[in-house]
């Protein structure tokens, strides 16, 4: 399996803007979706938003309308637009990548909104 890195992450008031960014390098096997989920202190991981390789896009209900996922092929990077933030979007936010061989996760970065 290859390696993630998120950056983008930081602090922003409520209503502002973030944009996040994975970027996916060493990988020998197609990534065949690629995905951002978070994880807020106390709570489990949850999906945000995850695309398919086919450009089949999944949101959480939570950011649907407010949250944008986006790839660039040429770099094997894909992006999270985040807008609207609310409070409640505090979180760590991990990009993930599936291939034929399993999941793997980028080490995270954090998220903070304030109201």
């Known amino acids: 399996q290859g390696q993630l890195v998120e950056s983008g992450g930081g602090s922003v008031q409520a209503g502002g803007s973030l944009r996040l960014s994975c970027a996916a390098s060493?990988?020998?096997?197609?990534?065949?979706?690629m995905g951002w989920y978070r994880q807020a202190p106390g709570k489990q991981r949850e999906l945000v938003a995850s695309?398919?390789?086919?450009?089949?896009?999944v949101y959480a209900d939570a950011v649907r309308d407010r949250f944008v996922i986006s790839r660039d092929n040429k770099k094997n990077t894909w992006h999270l637009q985040m807008n609207s933030l609310k409070s409640e979007d505090t979180a760590v936010y991990y990009c993930?990548?599936?291939?034929?061989?399993?999941?793997?996760w980028g080490p995270g970065t954090q998220v903070t909104v304030s109201s």
């Open positions: 993930a990548a599936t291939t034929a061989w399993g999941k793997n």
């Open positions: 060493g990988y020998i096997h197609s990534i065949n979706v």
């Open positions: 695309m398919h390789v086919s450009g089949n896009k």
